[in-house]
């Protein structure tokens, strides 16, 4: 009992950190979708980026649920702080787009780059991927 207690503890910033992510991100998707802030580009995306399976979106909201509810359990056992980050940035911005697409069955993305949009979580997913594999990199060589 009280190993859990402090792994929770050890971990607790990291949900914190997640949390504030995908709170943020949600708002700011709102404040899109309502058209109360315009941001050039914005879409509503029921698909995965570049609305691959758009006409499933039900299939996306599961999968992108179940690797979301994975990424929340598995944080308090992932070694190392570089690579808890790591995590933590892709839990927050799996969350704010998971949340999303299992309320509207789509997800707003406003920042154009390219021939693609985004938003925040799905910057926060890329970074923490880059981060976790760049310190799986190092910890290995």
Do not use: Q, W
């Not at 309502?34 to 979106?57: C, L, Q, Y």
């Amino acid at each position: 009992m009280d190993s859990c207690l402090k792994l929770l503890r050890k971990s607790l910033p990291y949900y914190v950190l997640s949390a504030a992510i995908a709170g943020a991100d949600l708002v700011i998707k709102s404040m899109a979708d309502r058209d109360r802030v315009h941001f050039k580009g914005t879409i509503r995306n029921s698909g995965f980026a570049g609305s691959r399976m758009e006409a499933k979106p039900e299939r996306v909201a599961f999968i992108s649920a179940l690797s979301t509810g994975m990424l929340f359990c598995l944080l308090p056992f992932i070694k190392g702080k570089i690579r808890r980050l790591g995590y933590a940035l892709m839990l927050g911005g799996g969350m704010s787009n998971t949340i999303e697409r299992l309320r509207k069955r789509y997800v707003v993305d406003y920042i154009p780059l390219g021939k693609y949009v985004y938003n925040i979580g799905d910057f926060s997913i890329f970074a923490g991927a880059g981060i976790t594999t760049a310190a799986l990199i190092k910890r290995e060589s």
